[in-house]
């Protein structure tokens, strides 16, 4: 396999990957809220139903929090396979090189961090959210009990 291809997957590949999973995650953290300021409780008959409609999609986002650091590392180490090779085959050591081809391949860790953080971020205020909505319908079929 050519090695600048290697180098453009990492590039492209990793980082493209990355942007697409943060904008679903954005994506969908925008449709959780809009679905959550608009959710009518009292049309809910049971719980389960309520947990379902409300945790609906957020495994998307906890999946994005979870794997993006590693994908970014995935691009980091290709990276660094590019930095090695290119090394070896030139053998000339220029430390210039060899520090500037290194950090270039830690923005695919940068970038894998960039996406997880706010994707983790999302993730706890939607669960937040959703645990808060569940008790006001606990306390909606509670109040409709002793009525």
């Known amino acids: 396999m050519d ?3 290697i180098n453009k997957i990492t590039d492209y590949g990793i980082i ?3 942007g697409f999973l943060s904008f679903l995650t954005l994506m969908f953290y925008i449709e959780r809220i809009w679905f959550y300021k608009t959710i009518k409780l009292e049309e809910y008959k049971n719980k389960e ?5 409300l945790t609906n999609n957020i495994g998307i986002i906890t999946t994005t929090a979870s794997n993006a650091p590693y994908i970014g590392l995935l691009g980091t180490v290709f990276g660094i396979i590019v930095t090695f090779y290119i090394m070896g085959q030139s053998g000339n050591i220029d430390v210039k090189n060899i520090m500037t081809s290194l950090a270039l391949a830690l923005k695919a860790t940068a970038m ?3 996406v997880a953080i706010p994707a983790i971020v999302f993730n706890n205020h939607l669960v ?3 645990e808060v909505l569940i008790a ?3 306390v909606l079929q509670k ?3 002793e009525a």
Do not use: C, M, P, T
């Open 3 to 5: 090695i600048e291809l």
């Open 16 to 18: 493209g990957f990355l």
């Open 49 to 53: 139903e309520l947990e379902i409609d």
């Open 112 to 114: 894998g961090l960039i």
């Open 128 to 130: 937040r959210k959703s």
């Open 136 to 138: 006001k319908w606990e």
């Open 143 to 145: 109040a409709k009990s």
